[in-house]
């Protein structure tokens, strides 16, 4: 059975535009192109001949920045407005003041160094330190004279709710007692000192 695959296409390069063209239609584009198109030398677009001037007006002729005054060309215009010019205004981004760009670095350089309370750990941080600042949570501090007086109080607690130290007991007994018995003992002397001497 014979083959019914198509032929592979051959491409040819245009001399004018530079694309890749089918050979079989390279002379008719030819004519076409270097009649109707032309290549910007500017961006190397090819563009109708009757839109050239229009188009490099429109794209390339360079814009003057009320700004900063340099010529912009068009196609960088966007960018310088938003990204390059020096005098555009751009906000602190520790204070949110509005200033030109070419002033911006200075300022937050002295704006970052400014200190701000911390209520979490207690302590003054640089702003410029802040965003990445990590909170230390101090111990609390003890009062020696509350932390004293408490163990004053576990101390003596028990003995003041039971009232005021009783004295010791005297296990000799009352001092009456002493008095009885020392005036009885002395009597008994008395009365046998009195014997003996009738005797004698």
Not at 18 to 23: L, W
Not at 119 to 130: D, G, H, N, P, S
Request: hydrophobic fraction near 30%.
């Amino acid at each position: 059975m014979a083959s019914t695959s198509e032929p592979e296409l051959v491409f040819s390069t245009c001399a004018h535009c530079q694309r890749d063209i089918p050979s079989s239609n390279i002379d008719l584009h030819f004519v076409h192109c270097s009649r109707n198109l032309e290549k910007c030398i500017k961006c190397g677009e090819m563009v109708p001949r009757k839109l050239i001037e229009e188009h490099f007006n429109e794209t390339h002729t360079p814009v003057p920045c009320t700004l900063c005054g340099a010529s912009i060309e068009r196609e960088a215009w966007t960018n310088h407005k938003s990204d390059s010019c020096p005098q555009r205004m751009v906000s602190c981004k520790y204070c949110e003041l509005p200033l030109p760009a070419i002033d911006i670095f200075e300022h937050e350089d002295v704006c970052g160094n400014r200190t701000e309370y911390c209520a979490t750990c207690q302590k003054y941080v640089r702003l410029c330190e802040f965003e990445g600042h990590q909170c230390i949570i101090p111990e609390p501090r003890i009062n020696p004279n509350i932390s004293s007086g408490s163990s004053r109080d576990r101390g003596t607690g028990g003995r003041a709710e039971r009232g005021p130290p009783r004295r010791p007991r005297n296990n000799n007994g009352p001092p009456h007692k002493h008095i009885i018995f020392t005036i009885a003992i002395t009597g008994f002397a008395v009365l046998i000192g009195s014997v003996l001497f009738l005797r004698g």
